[in-house]
């Protein structure tokens, strides 16, 4: 029993001897301010300003003020302001006499002194330091007392001197007490500080922690109270303490933040409650209100965040519910209008979302937190939509609803226009999420279809109004009229390429639908036409939208060529439209319609198709298109459009080789397959592409550099075809060769790139960066292949493949060699080419080598002696002939006069 009674003393003792430590240690404090505000004042004398509320700050002013009065005065400034300020200055030692200023000319006006800059002061966390250093006393009278209380209910639990219902009772005493007693010590106080860590805060604090421990133990240990009493009792704790939180500062606010927040976790409940979507936004709504009141931009962050957690959650726990679309918009309508922007919403400030915004946190603070709130709410949506039909239907509802406020209604927000293409672009992945991420047969979507079209009709309509509507009230008009321009093409787009496949429906309807869009466009165009002097571009962007929507509209309708030469038409439309009206977008949008249209020819479906098409086809999707191209590079050539016209016409040109190449091919009916044809007509293709370029950067000087290179990539691809056939599709490799004698594809494949090439280089495009022996040793080179394996075929038949090499064909080679090194060197003297030559002694030490290191022992007979006696004989006479003309090239004596310049070819 003894021990007992010295347990209650020593809990009694602690009790009170830890209120007398809070108070005694609260006057101290007092005092310490106290006494460093008066020396800071003394020091400083500037008593009109009125106390200093920082100790901390009080003494590091103090210290700087005393250096500098210990320092003398160096410049006549800093005397003079000092003599004008007529108030006792204390000093170490006499300060001498400022000298007599001159007299100022009549007229004169003193300009006030410049004002120093101000200092940058210390970080939150080194003011937080410092705040705590200064009262560190009153947090631990604080916890001396939350200590003693502590020891007193366990006392009382350990001894059963106090009930269930006692013990509660005392906790909710002891909470309203602690709050009492700092209402009275915050109105009593002589002086506020702007520190988060007072005395009556921290009174405050154990007084909310006292309340919701009295709620949580009425429920969980004692069984007091219901589910519903608890979390009814634990709300209010939590919304008490947040607007407790505009008296005693964000300490209690973030108790009463998080523990609304975390009252439902703390309450055990069967299943959750729709209830709970109403809770929370009642939540979130108090943070806002105090946020927008105290200015405390973290609180509306963590609310906001805590709010879209629970909705995920409770959507998960509930998925069949209809409130979480709902909830998500009172979120959104919270955000928009509780914090900054007020009904009707309102933001004289412009800019959106970006870089610099968050560079400038507390002053765009409301535009960020708005505009990533949409932004986190609209994929929310999104990715709910795939889960069940319903919550497809009311996710891609909301987004709708969205949508339409953030076009119509935020007109004084401008600050907010991102929110629109976040909201519809949340729309189209809704259609495409539930189309595509759902395991349901495609006959169950068709249902569907309908709802979705509704949809998309409704946000098209929404952002046409809203380009009118917006488009005169917006600091960036474009960025509607773009908005609405776009809109009927991505959404008929995203039908069309998504849905089309899974419901399958009739041509017409995609027709009528287009149409009617098609004309909608066209008469945005011609209204924002007749105002084209405020917004040039609009109607531009409306035509471009309209064009794009021929291009659905042939898509749903054509198929194969049909659509090609659609394609090349509509390319000839915008290019039409843009020389008339002076249009910038449609003749960017033809530029990209022509190489849609070439790459249908050439690409896909391309040469395949074009090898395999019937007569007909072929000819009609060749002849149209090029014809089509062809009128276009005519258009922009009357109307000086230079760039569309290098376009349609290097498209047309190009077109027409590429034609040509198909019907060789076609003549000698070869498959499209990896084969020496292939490498060849590909080859010769981009060979005739890069002459055509070339050709034409020389006969006009505008963008003669663009047309270069363009024809520098073309002679690349041209160079890689042709390396593709000597290596990897080289006949002795491959085997077999088609076609007649001397006509198959060996010359496809090195005849004509020979040809090809050489007129190539001798363009000064090429020949400027190409050396003369390459210009003339390639060529050459695939002559030589050429004649090579012409013999071989001639001697072997179509299989090349095997390694054999018989008599006669060793001897042809000889001849072959013999016949082309007399060639080439009397083409040289006829040229009077010192480089040709060159290459012909090169060929004839070839030649030579191969008869006597080859010949001689390959050959027999007869064809030996022919060898040996027919290379004698050349020999000789290119000595005779270099002897008699000799080895300058000069010409005959003969014929008098001085000699004549060596060619460089």
Same mark, same amino acid.
């Given at each position: 029993?003894?021990?007992?009674?010295?347990?209650?003393?020593?809990?009694?003792?602690?009790?009170?001897?830890?209120?007398?430590?809070?108070?005694?240690?609260?006057?101290?404090?007092?005092?310490?301010?106290?006494?460093?505000?008066?020396?800071?004042?003394?020091?400083?004398?500037?008593?009109?300003?009125?106390?200093? !509320?920082?100790? &901390?700050?009080?003494?590091?002013?103090?210290?700087?003020?005393?250096?500098?009065?210990?320092?003398?005065?160096?410049?006549?400034?800093?005397?003079?302001?000092?003599?004008?300020?007529?108030?006792?200055?204390?000093?170490?030692?006499?300060?001498?006499?400022?000298?007599?200023?001159?007299?100022?000319?009549?007229?004169?006006?003193?300009?006030?002194?410049?004002?120093?800059?101000?200092?940058?002061?210390?970080?939150?966390?080194?003011?937080?330091?410092?705040?705590?250093?200064?009262?560190?006393?009153?947090?631990?009278?604080?916890?001396?007392?939350?200590?003693?209380?502590?020891?007193?209910?366990?006392?009382?639990?350990?001894?059963?001197?106090?009930?269930?219902?006692?013990?509660?009772?005392?906790?909710?005493?002891?909470?309203?007490?602690?709050?009492?007693?700092?209402?009275?010590?915050?109105?009593?106080?002589?002086?506020?500080?702007?520190?988060?860590?007072?005395?009556?805060?921290?009174?405050?604090?154990?007084?909310?922690?006292?309340?919701?421990?009295?709620?949580?133990?009425?429920?969980?240990?004692?069984?007091?109270?219901?589910?519903?009493?608890?979390?009814?009792?634990?709300?209010?704790?939590?919304?008490?303490?947040?607007?407790?939180?505009?008296?005693?500062?964000?300490?209690?606010?973030?108790?009463?933040?998080? #523990?609304?927040?975390?009252?439902?976790?703390?309450?055990?409940?069967?299943?959750?409650?729709?209830?709970?979507?109403?809770?929370?936004?009642?939540?979130?709504?108090?943070?806002?209100?105090?946020?927008?009141?105290?200015?405390?931009?973290?609180?509306?962050?963590?609310?906001? !965040?805590?709010?879209?957690?629970?909705?995920?959650?409770?959507?998960?726990?509930?998925?069949?519910?209809?409130?979480?679309?709902?909830?998500?918009?009172?979120?959104?309508?919270?955000?928009?209008?509780?914090?900054?922007?007020?009904?009707?919403?309102?933001?004289?400030?412009?800019?959106?979302?970006?870089?610099?915004?968050?560079?400038?946190?507390?002053?765009?603070?409301?535009? /960020?937190?708005?505009?990533?709130?949409? #932004?986190?709410?609209?994929?929310?949506?999104?990715?709910?939509?795939?889960?069940?039909?319903?919550?497809?239907?009311?996710?891609?509802?909301?987004?709708?609803?969205?949508?339409?406020?953030?076009?119509?209604?935020?007109?004084?927000?401008?600050?907010?226009?991102?929110?629109?293409?976040?909201?519809?672009?949340?729309?189209?992945?809704?259609?495409?999420?539930?189309?595509?991420?759902?395991?349901?047969?495609?006959?169950?979507?068709?249902?569907?279809? #309908?709802?979705?079209?509704?949809?998309?009709?409704?946000?098209?309509?929404?952002?046409?109004?809203?380009?009118?509507?917006?488009?005169?009230?917006?600091?960036?008009?474009?960025?509607?009229?773009?908005?609405?321009?776009?809109?009927?093409?991505?959404?008929?787009?995203?039908?069309?390429?998504?849905?089309?496949?899974?419901?399958?429906?009739?041509?017409?309807?995609? /027709?009528?639908?287009?149409?009617?869009?098609?004309?909608?466009?066209?008469?945005?165009?011609?209204?924002?036409?007749?105002?084209?002097?405020?917004?040039?571009?609009?109607?531009?962007?409306?035509? !471009?939208?309209?064009?794009?929507?021929?291009?659905?509209?042939?898509?749903?309708?054509? !198929?194969?060529?049909?659509?090609?030469?659609?394609?090349?038409?509509?390319?000839?439309?915008?290019?039409?439209?843009?020389?008339?009206?002076?249009?910038?977008?449609?003749?960017?949008?033809?530029?990209?319609?022509?190489?849609?249209?070439?790459?249908?020819?050439?690409?896909?479906?391309?040469?395949?198709?074009?090898?395999?098409?019937?007569?007909?086809?072929?000819?009609?999707?060749?002849?149209?298109?090029?014809?089509?191209?062809?009128?276009?590079?005519?258009?922009?050539?009357?109307?000086?459009?230079?760039?569309?016209?290098?376009?349609?016409?290097?498209?047309?040109?190009?077109?027409?080789?590429?034609?040509?190449?198909?019907?060789?091919?076609?003549?000698?009916?070869?498959?499209?397959?990896?084969?020496?044809?292939?490498?060849?007509?590909?080859?010769?293709?981009?060979?005739?592409?890069?002459?055509?370029?070339?050709?034409?950067?020389?006969?006009?000087?505008?963008?003669?550099?663009?047309?270069?290179?363009?024809?520098?990539?073309?002679?690349?691809?041209?160079?890689?075809?042709?390396?593709?056939? /000597?290596?990897?599709?080289?006949?002795?490799?491959?085997?077999?060769?088609?076609?007649?004698?001397?006509?198959?594809?060996?010359?496809?494949?090195?005849?004509?790139?020979?040809?090809?090439?050489?007129?190539?280089?001798?363009?000064?495009?090429?020949?400027?960066? /190409?050396?003369?022996?390459?210009?003339?040793?390639?060529?050459?080179?695939?002559? &030589?292949?050429?004649?090579?394996?012409?013999?071989?075929?001639?001697?072997?038949?179509?299989?090349?493949?095997?390694?054999?090499?018989?008599?006669?064909?060793?001897?042809?080679?000889?001849?072959?060699?013999?016949?082309?090194?007399?060639?080439?060197?009397?083409?040289?003297?006829?040229?009077?080419?010192?480089?040709?030559?060159?290459?012909?002694?090169?060929?004839?030490?070839?030649?030579?080598?191969?008869?006597?290191?080859?010949?001689?022992?390959?050959?027999?007979?007869?064809?030996?002696?022919?060898?040996?006696?027919?290379?004698?004989?050349?020999?000789? #006479?290119?000595?005779?002939?270099?002897?008699?003309?000799?080895?300058?090239?000069?010409?005959?004596?003969?014929?008098?006069?001085?000699?004549?310049?060596?060619?460089?070819?």
């Amino acid at each position: 029993m003894g021990g007992l009674v010295l347990l209650g003393l020593l809990v009694v003792g602690a009790i009170i001897l830890g209120a007398i430590g809070f108070f005694i240690a609260l006057g101290n404090s007092r005092k310490i301010r106290g006494l460093e505000e008066k020396l800071a004042r003394a020091t400083l004398n500037v008593a009109e300003t009125g106390p200093l !509320t920082d100790p &901390a700050a009080a003494s590091k002013a103090a210290f700087k003020a005393q250096a500098a009065l210990k320092t003398p005065a160096k410049t006549k400034t800093s005397t003079k302001d000092i003599a004008e300020e007529k108030t006792p200055v204390v000093s170490d030692g006499p300060v001498s006499d400022s000298p007599a200023e001159p007299e100022k000319p009549e007229g004169f006006t003193p300009q006030p002194p410049p004002k120093p800059p101000t200092p940058a002061g210390p970080g939150a966390i080194a003011r937080g330091i410092e705040n705590f250093k200064a009262n560190w006393v009153i947090w631990i009278g604080a916890l001396s007392l939350a200590l003693g209380g502590l020891f007193f209910v366990q006392y009382g639990l350990e001894q059963g001197i106090l009930g269930p219902k006692a013990r509660v009772a005392c906790a909710i005493g002891l909470g309203i007490a602690l709050m009492a007693a700092a209402e009275w010590l915050r109105r009593h106080e002589v002086e506020r500080t702007s520190s988060w860590f007072t005395a009556d805060t921290a009174l405050a604090a154990g007084g909310i922690a006292s309340l919701f421990a009295a709620a949580i133990s009425a429920h969980m240990l004692y069984g007091l109270t219901s589910g519903v009493t608890a979390f009814v009792s634990m709300a209010l704790v939590a919304w008490f303490a947040l607007g407790a939180g505009i008296l005693f500062g964000p300490v209690l606010a973030v108790i009463g933040l998080l #523990g609304a927040f975390v009252t439902p976790f703390l309450v055990d409940s069967e299943s959750a409650s729709p209830l709970m979507y109403a809770y929370f936004a009642l939540v979130l709504s108090a943070s806002l209100a105090v946020e927008r009141y105290q200015k405390w931009i973290w609180l509306s962050s963590i609310a906001v !965040t805590a709010s879209l957690v629970w909705a995920v959650l409770l959507f998960v726990s509930m998925p069949n519910e209809p409130w979480f679309a709902p909830y998500l918009g009172a979120v959104m309508g919270l955000t928009l209008l509780v914090p900054a922007f007020g009904f009707p919403p309102k933001w004289s400030e412009t800019r959106m979302l970006g870089f610099k915004t968050l560079a400038k946190l507390s002053q765009h603070y409301p535009t /960020i937190l708005t505009v990533l709130t949409g #932004g986190a709410i609209a994929t929310l949506l999104m990715l709910m939509a795939v889960d069940t039909v319903f919550s497809y239907q009311t996710s891609a509802l909301a987004l709708l609803v969205f949508l339409a406020v953030s076009v119509l209604a935020l007109h004084r927000c401008q600050n907010l226009d991102q929110l629109a293409p976040m909201f519809g672009s949340a729309l189209i992945g809704s259609m495409i999420a539930f189309s595509h991420l759902t395991f349901r047969p495609s006959s169950s979507l068709l249902p569907h279809f #309908g709802f979705t079209a509704t949809l998309t009709a409704l946000g098209i309509i929404v952002l046409l109004v809203g380009a009118i509507w917006r488009a005169e009230r917006s600091v960036r008009p474009m960025f509607w009229i773009y908005l609405a321009a776009g809109a009927p093409v991505v959404g008929i787009g995203v039908l069309w390429l998504d849905w089309n496949e899974v419901v399958s429906l009739p041509a017409r309807y995609w /027709i009528m639908g287009t149409g009617v869009a098609i004309a909608v466009q066209i008469g945005h165009a011609v209204f924002f036409h007749r105002i084209r002097d405020r917004l040039p571009n609009a109607s531009d962007a409306f035509a !471009t939208s309209a064009i794009l929507l021929m291009l659905c509209m042939a898509a749903a309708y054509m !198929t194969g060529w049909q659509l090609t030469v659609a394609i090349a038409a509509l390319a000839l439309l915008a290019t039409a439209t843009e020389c008339r009206f002076d249009f910038g977008h449609t003749g960017r949008l033809a530029k990209a319609l022509v190489a849609l249209t070439t790459g249908r020819l050439v690409l896909v479906p391309g040469l395949p198709w074009a090898l395999d098409a019937g007569s007909a086809e072929l000819f009609q999707v060749f002849a149209f298109s090029v014809a089509l191209l062809a009128t276009g590079a005519w258009i922009t050539l009357r109307a000086g459009r230079m760039v569309n016209q290098l376009v349609f016409e290097t498209a047309a040109i190009s077109l027409a080789g590429v034609f040509l190449c198909v019907l060789i091919a076609r003549a000698l009916d070869t498959k499209f397959e990896q084969n020496l044809m292939s490498m060849a007509l590909y080859g010769a293709i981009w060979g005739l592409l890069a002459g055509a370029q070339l050709i034409r950067a020389r006969i006009d000087d505008r963008f003669q550099k663009l047309r270069v290179l363009i024809g520098y990539v073309y002679g690349g691809a041209f160079a890689l075809a042709v390396l593709a056939s /000597i290596t990897v599709f080289n006949p002795l490799l491959t085997g077999t060769v088609k076609g007649p004698f001397l006509l198959d594809t060996l010359a496809f494949a090195y005849l004509l790139p020979a040809v090809l090439g050489y007129a190539l280089m001798r363009l000064p495009q090429v020949s400027s960066i /190409i050396p003369q022996i390459v210009r003339i040793v390639a060529p050459l080179a695939l002559i &030589a292949l050429y004649v090579g394996l012409e013999i071989r075929r001639f001697w072997h038949g179509d299989d090349l493949s095997h390694h054999r090499v018989i008599s006669e064909e060793l001897y042809s080679y000889t001849v072959v060699m013999l016949l082309i090194t007399v060639g080439l060197i009397g083409f040289a003297f006829v040229r009077r080419s010192a480089a040709l030559r060159k290459l012909g002694l090169v060929f004839v030490g070839i030649t030579a080598a191969k008869v006597f290191l080859w010949d001689m022992a390959g050959l027999a007979g007869l064809a030996r002696a022919t060898s040996f006696v027919a290379l004698g004989l050349i020999l000789a #006479g290119i000595a005779l002939v270099y002897q008699r003309y000799g080895s300058s090239g000069e010409p005959n004596p003969e014929s008098g006069g001085e000699p004549e310049p060596e060619s460089r070819d």
